[in-house]
């Protein structure tokens, strides 16, 4: 479990990227999603920006019978739509197509021309009258941090959701530093990755393909293990298949030893130098 905000949470929940676009795969994408939840993945990610809001239409209908104080709901702003008068607009479209009267965590997606002081006002203003439990931000790299921080309410920020994968640790440098050091939590998209990430077959590895089978695991949940190593991470991987998301949350339970984690490190080494902040 990782705490966000007030609430405690589990470290795997479902992510729901390019979810909702093609009416064709609907039903399977509900199923997936409904047996996530039904296996304790009980927090959804989502965004305006994924398919328009086709992905909040999709899982509004996939949680409707459903407890909604059993569920964590995260969503996200466009960055255009962030100001006092157009972010109170975005987020009641969010909850009607959520079918819900409150977000647990809304998000700022990413940087954009609007000043962050007036995006957290408007933040303030929506967890005051309770459209959401808490924000936070994604993309974020630690100047933009800093720069949050250094705002009226820009503390309560409670979480900064980022890329971070095997294949993808430029925020090991500095910025995950910067956010344990301020007790920010990580919550990690794409966490696995997608097989092959930054010139990196995962699965022709041999080391992770022995260590994965050392583990009865497929080398997919030996890199969402590794993602989520510390328990200080919050990872949302995306499924449309049932099984993948049974595997996905089995694979929180996989405790790499330090010698395979010194495996991996020898082949997918830490950051050395300060990169650009990585986004999909």
């Given amino acids: 479990m990782i705490k ?3 609430k405690r949470v589990p470290i795997v929940g479902l992510g729901s990227w390019h979810m909702g676009e093609d009416s064709h795969l609907r039903n399977q994408e509900i199923e997936s999603i409904q047996a996530g939840i039904k296996l304790g993945a009980t927090v959804i990610d989502t965004a305006e920006m994924y398919g328009e809001g086709k992905s909040e239409l999709m899982l509004g209908e996939a949680i409707a019978q459903l407890d909604r104080e059993s569920l964590y709901l995260i969503s996200k702003v466009y960055p ?3 100001s006092k ?3 109170p607009i975005s987020l ?5 197509r959520l079918g819900i009267d409150y977000i647990d965590l809304y998000l700022l997606h990413w940087r954009g021309s609007i000043p962050l002081a007036e995006t957290v006002e408007a933040l303030e203003h929506a967890k005051q009258v309770g459209k959401i439990r808490a924000w936070g931000v994604s993309n974020f790299d630690v100047a933009d ?3 949050l921080y250094a705002l009226p309410n820009g503390q309560y920020c409670a979480a900064n959701e980022v890329l971070y994968n095997l294949g993808s640790r430029n925020i090991e440098y500095d910025l995950l530093p910067w956010m344990q050091e301020h007790a920010l939590p990580l919550i990690a998209y794409s966490p696995i990755a997608q097989g092959d990430s930054l010139g990196n077959d995962f699965q022709k590895q041999e080391s992770l393909k022995k260590i994965a089978k050392n583990h009865q695991a497929t080398v997919f949940q030996i890199l969402l293990a590794w993602t989520l190593r510390n328990n200080q991470t919050l990872a949302i991987p995306q499924s449309s298949n049932p099984n993948h998301v049974k595997e996905n949350i089995v694979a929180a339970k996989i405790r790499l030893t330090e010698n395979e984690l010194a495996q991996i490190d020898k082949i997918y080494p830490k950051p050395t130098k300060k990169q650009p902040l990585a986004m999909l």
């Fill in 80 to 82: 255009w739509n962030a």
């Fill in 92 to 96: 009641d479209r969010s909850l009607k």
């Fill in 85 to 87: 008068e157009q972010l």
């Fill in 4 to 6: 966000i905000g007030e």
């Fill in 145 to 147: 941090l800093e720069e």
